[in-house]
């Protein structure tokens, strides 16, 4: 058996419908498509999600809300009792080392200190911004809040 011996399989291929080519074919004149109306014409029908006249569901519900600002920068908020919990005395609180800490995702990721919960070392903390309480509590405990690094 060769290449140019394979076929399809008896009665599993159909030749295409050729409409509109004479009275001999059985699809002249109309094509197979009825008489006159809507659907007889060329691109005629109904679009998608037309309900039959209904108010069509995409028309029905409500808009959303508000609006979603592009210019917004998220940063990711970490609390001094955090910073109390995972570091010791004289550490350095920066991206790589809240990342290496498994505060934070990533050590690109922006980073904001604030000031829930107590703490008692003294920290050096460069990150992008810190809250006016978490600055007085760092600045308390001994520590010093430098821009980032």
Known sequence: MELKDLKPAAGSTHSRKRVGRGPGSGYGKTAGRGMNGQK?????????GFEGGQTPLARRLPKLPGFRNINRVEYVPVNVARLEEKFEAGDVVDGESLKAKRIIKHTDDLVKVLGDGELTKALTVKVEKVSKSAQAKIEAAGGKVESPC
Not at 40 to 48: D, E
């Open 40 to 48: 007889s014409r060329s691109g005629g029908g109904k679009g998608a």
